[in-house]
């Protein structure tokens, strides 16, 4: 039974637990910025290939105690790393740390990278080169206050990455992220959804991926694939019964709409390019002016967080307005507003049934859930 670390996005740790769990993984638990999990190599796999929520899932290697940064070489020249993966394979090495007392962690890199490289070339005579920009292997250390662990990436490029090419405008979201949100809105394939400021899409692509029970690994390669212990006909049965799975492409109740032609241009493009073309519809559209096709449904936006000077202002003018547009249209429908601006309910003039905190990347953020009953919001 191995170990893995799984990270994820602040705030969708519990989510992502499930997620694990249902992939069979066992001794879950959930911290800060991930799950700590256990599982054969299938469990492994099946968590890269159909976790819409992790960014990589990372193979426990070592832990151990350290004082200095040799220490933590030595740490890392006691393992075997030939038996993990070959020296013609590149590397790089990544560290990150909570409360680390040593003054330079790209030293603390360097160390780990010499140790590596000096166990090839103790056991093997030679040395892999390194490739920091697309390795085909990655060391990840983690620093706690006194304690060193050691992981090999099993995933390679951060999970977020579907494997389809993307059209983007202005400050996308994160695919995990994204895919988190729509699990917290609670929607439920079959039921109508609309993003009414689409940017390129991602809400829709996921939504539409989640409909289809397509899993989000289908069409892209994974860094276990280049390990030693790489177990092709388990991968291969994997693959082959998610693809089994997945639901033929049919039309569904999923709708974008943006003020921003280029916007709608790039989310067509995106659902075209990703083989989604013709499921969701996407529009040309002010969202103060838009009424719903169906008496309820989910409504699920990423406004601008008005991060440029006069955006700000801007902003607080649109919201009073947004606000009058949802009491206006939008009565029996589930509202949720993903934002970095925490003025929004009070200047929506509407009162939310729900704050999540959530993080994209270092921002703090807000998932904001407002129910949009007939006649008032206001509660008698």
Request: hydrophobic residues 40%; contains cysteine.
């Amino acid at each position: 039974m191995n170990q893995y670390f799984a990270i994820c996005p602040r705030g969708l740790e519990n989510l992502l637990l499930e997620e694990l769990r249902a992939v069979g993984a066992e001794d879950l638990r959930a911290t800060h910025g991930g799950v700590l999990f256990a599982g054969d190599w299938s469990v492994c796999y099946r968590a890269n290939l159909e976790s819409r929520l992790a960014t990589r899932i990372l193979w426990h290697i070592v832990k151990g105690p350290y004082a200095k940064e040799e220490d933590i070489y030595r740490l890392a020249l006691r393992q075997l790393w030939p038996n993990h993966f070959a020296v013609t394979r590149t590397l790089r090495v990544v560290t990150t740390a909570i409360k680390c007392p040593l003054k330079s962690l790209d030293y603390v890199t360097l160390r780990v990278k010499d140790a590596v490289c000096d166990r090839f070339r103790e056991d093997c005579g030679e040395r892999p080169n390194i490739d920091t920009r697309h390795p085909d292997v990655s060391v990840h250390v983690f620093l706690s206050e006194n304690e060193c662990t050691l992981y090999l990436d099993t995933s390679g490029q951060p999970l977020w990455q579907r494997g389809f090419r993307k059209a983007s405008v202005d400050a996308p979201l994160k695919e995990n992220l994204a895919a988190g949100i729509l699990k917290m809105t609670g929607w439920q394939p079959g039921q109508p959804l609309i993003d009414p400021m689409c940017g390129s899409g991602t809400f829709l692509l996921e939504a539409v991926q989640m409909a289809l029970d397509r899993a989000p690994g289908l069409d892209r390669g994974f860094a276990f694939e280049l390990l030693k212990r790489f177990e092709a006909l388990t991968w291969a049965s994997i693959r082959a019964a998610a693809e089994a799975r997945a639901k033929p492409a049919a039309p569904l109740d999923i709708r974008g709409v943006d003020i921003d032609e280029r916007a709608v241009r790039a989310t067509r493009r995106n659902l075209q390019e990703a083989g989604f073309g013709g499921i969701a519809t996407v529009d040309h559209g002010d969202l103060l002016e838009i009424q719903p096709l169906n008496e309820q449904g989910v409504l699920l936006a990423n406004p601008p967080y008005g991060e440029r000077i006069g955006e700000q202002d801007e902003l607080a003018a649109f919201y009073p307005l947004l606000g009058s547009a949802l009491k206006r249209h939008w009565a029996g429908w589930n509202c949720f507003f993903f934002t970095a601006d925490l003025r929004l309910p009070k200047l929506l003039g509407l009162k939310p049934s729900r704050k999540t905190p959530l993080f994209n990347g270092p921002l703090e953020c807000r998932l904001f859930e407002i129910r949009m009953v007939a006649g008032s919001n206001r509660r008698h």
